[in-house]
């Protein structure tokens, strides 16, 4: 089965910001890669599918990048209704997904 | 608008069996996918399974192979999530979330566009 993995666990940043999470997949998935936040108590959202296409409504400060094995979250500025914690998933086959990152503000 | 909206809350002793329904309006039912996942209290998002709503055909994670059973009512427009032999650990918010793409245009390889409100499932004796 293919793994994924997210660095870091956690992490702290100021308002302003720019924040990028990382995910990894242990064999290739081409770009079937999503990600989601999940605000405290909340439902999950989907923010990016296919590694870099912003879901319609995500803010444009959000964008992800990537393909084959290595991918990333980046949040341009950060604002404080982001604090949350941010899911990859790949959908190739099984639908996956990684452990997470949960991010605040300092 | 598109939404899916779950049952209630369950209290459930071990070794018994759950089922959770999950209706979805605002959109043509047998045209996309939809998917199962769980969250443990405090912990991340686990894939549980996939039925096609239009023939009924499914996909299970291994870890819930032969515990799981996915349904649909297409009448009602309704899926349901019935796992069975039921353990401590099983105790988490189950979601339904609709795949994005629609079975003819992206087929069940897509990410998941609309979510369930969640329905906790506690088991203790």
């Not at chain 2, 043509?28 to 039925?51: C, D, K, N």
Request: net charge positive.
């Amino acid at each position: 089965d293919i793994q994924m993995t997210q660095s870091p666990s956690s992490l702290s940043a100021s308002v302003g910001d720019r924040v990028t999470i990382t995910c990894r997949a242990s064999q290739g998935i081409s770009n079937y890669l999503a990600w989601y936040q999940q605000k405290p108590g909340k439902v999950p959202k989907l923010l990016i599918y296919a590694a870099s296409t912003l879901q319609s409504g995500v803010p444009s400060r959000f964008s992800g990048s990537g393909s084959g094995t290595d991918f990333t979250l980046t949040i341009s500025s950060l604002q404080p209704e982001d604090v949350a914690t941010y899911y990859c998933q790949k959908y190739n086959s099984a639908f996956t997904f990684g452990p997470g990152t949960k991010v605040d503000i300092k | 608008q598109v939404q899916l909206v779950q049952s209630g809350a369950e209290v459930k002793k071990p070794g018994a069996s759950v089922k959770v329904s999950c209706k979805a309006s605002g959109y043509t039912f047998t045209s996309y996918y939809m998917h199962w996942v769980r969250q443990a209290p405090g912990q991340g998002l686990e894939w549980m399974g996939i039925i096609n709503p239009s023939g009924g055909s499914t996909s299970y994670a291994q870890k819930f192979q032969g515990r799981v059973t996915m349904t649909r009512d297409t009448s009602t427009s309704t899926v349901y999530m019935e796992l069975s032999s039921l353990r401590s650990e099983d105790t988490a918010v189950y979601y339904c979330a609709r795949a994005r793409g629609g079975i003819a245009a992206a087929g069940r390889h897509d990410a998941f566009d609309i979510w369930g409100q969640g329905t906790m499932v506690t088991v203790s004796s």
